[in-house]
Structure formats: structure tokens, C-alpha cells
């Protein structure tokens, strides 16, 4: 599976960023998906999941409430809405793929990794 991830950029504290992630597999739908993210000179760090279908999600405490992924397995497609940004938003955010039907909250355990994508949130 090819991940791309697009649509971060600068935004202002208390605004909004819609990610995307593009999945080149037509298998899809029987991967589960996740986001993270890594700030500079910091760990990488889960963000959020989904199950294969959608039915279920997971979320980092530290975006709870502001941040819905979503997918759409007709389009291939995984998205992170991000609402309420701020600043420790600040990072890289990564889409990776788990070759099972139940998400995940640790990295080591996903198999496809996309490029990262740049948020900044300015104060």
C-alpha cells in the first residue's frame, strides 16, 4: 500500500485543518488506518485510528474532542479534521495502514507509512 498524506500548512490558533490520506491499494478497505505525529526533536506520538470499516475510532487524549478521523473506502481515502488548533499541534502528521481489521495506538504495529505532512499553528 502507497500512503500519501496532504493538506497540512500555517494556521492560526483556534482554526481548522482538514488532512487527507491517499491509499493506492484497491484492498483498502481491509486495512485499518491511524495518524501521528511527530514535532521536532520529539517521539513520534498516536493521534487517532479507525477500523476497517469506520465503525470505530480511537483518539489521543490530547485531541479528544477536537480532532474526527474519517475514511471513505470508496475513494481510498483517510481524513484527520482537525478543529480548535494549537500551537503543541505543531508537527508532522503521518498516515500509516495496519494490515487488520482492528486499529491501533502503536506504530510498531502498522505496516505502510505515508510522507509527512507540515501543520503549523501559530500562536
Known amino acids: 500500500v502507497q500512503l500519501q498524506a496532504f493538506g497540512g500548512g500555517l494556521v492560526q490558533a483556534g482554526g481548522s485543518l482538514r488532512l487527507s490520506c491517499a491509499a493506492s491499494?484497491?484492498?483498502?478497505?481491509?486495512?485499518?488506518m491511524g495518524w501521528f505525529r511527530q514535532a521536532p526533536g520529539k517521539d513520534r506520538e498516536f493521534v487517532a485510528a479507525?477500523?476497517?470499516?469506520?465503525?470505530?475510532?480511537y483518539y489521543s487524549n490530547s485531541v479528544k474532542g477536537r480532532f474526527t478521523i474519517s475514511r471513505d473506502n470508496a475513494k481510498n481515502m483517510v481524513y484527520l479534521q482537525m478543529n480548535s488548533l494549537k500551537p503543541e499541534d505543531t508537527a508532522s502528521y503521518y498516515c500509516?495502514?495496519?494490515?487488520?481489521?482492528?486499529?491501533?495506538?502503536?506504530?510498531?504495529?502498522?505496516?505502510?507509512w505515508g510522507q509527512g505532512t507540515l501543520v503549523t499553528v501559530s500562536s
Open positions: 479507525i477500523n476497517w470499516s469506520g465503525s470505530s475510532t
Open positions: 500509516a495502514a495496519r494490515a487488520y481489521n482492528d486499529y491501533a495506538t502503536e506504530g510498531l504495529l502498522y505496516d505502510y
Open positions: 491499494r484497491r484492498t483498502f478497505s481491509s486495512y485499518s
